[in-house]
């Protein structure tokens, strides 16, 4: 268990209502998912523990999830409703950033939260509440903090209920977490699909020991560490397109390791050394930086880490001080790596392996000293895994075949060995050695200020560098995935807003997305356009008022039959307007509304924000990123600041007499 001591509460007892973590939200765990998003959210909070105190006055239910038993790990879901008058804007800014201005302001907002110890410690630093947590907290922190305010959660999504959702942060290990970074995202993808989001953005700046993940994975594998889940390009900052973007990461994918022998001056020898090392462990040709790249990262998710770095700085597998011969280490290797393939892959104890192999070495303190020395190591194509057995406090030996890791070439695939060749020691290499050279080659390979930056060929190394990095905000298409509702009662509706314009003719705006509407066979159109104007009313600010009036190419009557006239999963749109409201309001029923009033025209082509820093000109009022008017972020803003353009009319101005 963590430090937070997380114990039941009066109406939640100690492991009752515990649900498991991995299978939350998956193939109808832990109720059936059968409707729109919001109808989901509403189904998965029927059966959530109502909790007080904690974001007072907006409600909140949480969920008691088990990621594992041995050792016992407990973590708590948090899902907050922030309804529109709670708010302190009723536009959502991160739709603004991704370039969903124009989507309608919903009346609500879901955060689903997996708190962190610190952020639970804020919140709860005062006795009374509900959620049954025992914290242990400072007193200088402010013992009313919003839990949805707060920063450094584990992780924090917030969604829209008409589908539309951002994932605001994740925070794994490396801040303290008790869950790393790929089961959050596993976690938040379940959710996601679950619950049938439509789409939902993320802003990636997630780092790891001081590299841009976006960088290094783009490198490697062509998309972003988000890729993994599908998600993609979504906009790019400082004017990046998505073209431009695709042809950066294929410019640095594709660069010939080759030209660092002769362009990089000084560090010429470190760079080569580094490559060198790798080029020996895979066995193949490698021939461009993303297959070096790809090849360093397949490796570092092979090998486990170490907790003794210092002992573990890699080298030859012989040690001169070794009392044994390398002919006799070469040979007691060979016998163990051969017992290990014939237990295929099988984890065997420690006592297995040194018996099988005792059949032809006799020397029982040679065996143990290949055992010891083997262990999470490279032989050949293979990695020795050693581990203890968390039941039964033995070690135990497997062997993995690593090969798949390398990339591959026609012409150039060649294995360091075969089962039939004969198995030498290779170049070992460890965790802790490999994150040093992967962090050493990022520097000075990729980033901006290196050695290459005004080196010829390769001077568009930091270019394209630069332009992977401005793309921060990418989007997934969970509708593209999400399975259909097959139920033969179903209609997908949308509307559009009509309105009178002052020559008398008929203005229409707005289509909002299709919602599905289950329906029974006897339903009448009279029937349907009041359970449209119900559903619409409850999912959106602005149309509260909104009232159906008939159906866009289709002449009904009420009392017609649904299912007579339209066949079951046809989308159709029904035209309305907002009862008792002047057309004016329309404007402000967009996400965008109260970011349109402030102008965005960038020399490097931005004309909307996209939530970079920016300054705004204090004559003109046109906001330009402060990157772009060589204002460095470390910098404060000016006080006063002029335009390029204000500036030169000022000059032209005349002089005073």
Known sequence: MSELDYIGCKKRK??????????????????????????????????????????D?????????????????????????????????????????????????CNKKYHFLLPSKDTVSACLSYEGSSAGINVTASNSIASKSNL???????????????????????????????????????????????????????????????????????????????????????????????PMYRSAIEALQNTPLGLFAHHLGNETNEILT??????????????????????????????PKESNTESSHPGMLVDTSCRWSAKRIEMAIRVIIEALQRAEFRWISRQEVRDAARAYIGDTGLLDFVLKSLGNHIVGKYLVRRCLNPVTKVLEYCL??????????????????????????????????????????????????NAMSSTGILASIPIASRIILDTKLFIK???????????????????????????????????????????????????LKLEVERKFRDLYWGMRNFVAESLANLDAKGSDLVFKLIKAGTKIVFEGKIS??????????????????????????????????MVSCDICEVRQHTRCVHVSNIEEIPTIFLCNSCEQDILHFPSLP
Not at 69 to 94: A, M, N, Q, W
Not at 157 to 182: K, M, R, Y
Not at 414 to 435: F, V
Not at 488 to 517: A, Q, W
Request: aromatic fraction near 10%; hydrophobic fraction near 35%; proline fraction near 3%.
């Open 14 to 55: 100690r492991g009752e209502g515990v649900l498991k973590f991995k299978g939350f939200c998956e193939q109808g765990y832990p109720v059936e998912f059968n409707g729109s998003f919001q109808e989901n959210v509403r189904a998965l909070l029927e059966i959530g523990q109502m909790e007080t105190g904690l974001c």
């Open 57 to 105: 006055p907006m409600p909140i239910w949480s969920f008691q999830l088990e990621v594992h038993r041995h050792p016992l790990l407990h973590v708590f879901l948090f899902v907050v409703e922030e309804p529109i008058e709670l708010s302190l804007t009723r536009g959502c800014k991160h739709c603004q950033y991704i370039g969903w201005g124009d989507h309608l302001i």
């Open 148 to 242: 949805i305010d707060l920063q450094g959660h584990t992780m924090h999504g917030v969604f829209h209920p008409n589908g539309f959702g951002h994932l605001l942060c994740i925070n794994g290990e490396e801040t303290g977490s008790d869950l790393a970074g790929f089961q959050i995202m596993d976690f938040w993808d379940r959710l996601c699909t679950g619950l049938r989001a439509r789409e939902v953005s993320l802003r990636d700046l997630s780092q790891k020991q001081g590299m841009d993940l976006r960088l290094l994975h783009s490198m490697a594998y062509g998309k972003p560490w988000f890729g993994q889940w599908g998600y993609k390009f979504g906009r790019g900052s400082f004017g990046v397109t998505e």
């Open 274 to 303: 580094i490559l060198s090392r790798y080029q020996m462990l895979s066995g193949h040709i490698l021939v461009t930086l993303g297959d070096m790249f790809h090849f360093m990262l397949e490796l570092k998710s092979k090998l």
């Open 400 to 449: 993995e075949d690593i090969s798949h890791a390398f990339p591959r070439r026609d012409g150039y695939s060649r294995l360091i060995s075969t089962p039939d060749s004969k198995l030498k020691p290779r170049y070992k290499i460890t965790w802790a050695q490999l994150m040093k050279d992967l962090l050493r080659l990022y520097k000075l390979i990729l980033k901006e200020n």
């Open 477 to 527: 298409d969970y509708s593209e995935e999400s399975t259909s509702i097959l139920d033969k009662s179903v209609l997908h509706c949308s509307i559009v807003l009509t309105s009178n314009t002052d020559r008398g003719s008929t203005n229409k705006v707005m289509i909002t997305p299709y919602e599905f509407f289950m329906l029974r066979n006897t339903t009448t159109f009279d029937e």
């Open 580 to 613: 008792g409201e002047s057309a004016d309001i329309c404007g402000m029923m967009f996400e965008s509304f109260e970011s349109n009033a402030l102008v965005v025209d960038c020399i490097c082509g931005t004309k909307i924000d996209d939530g970079e820093r």
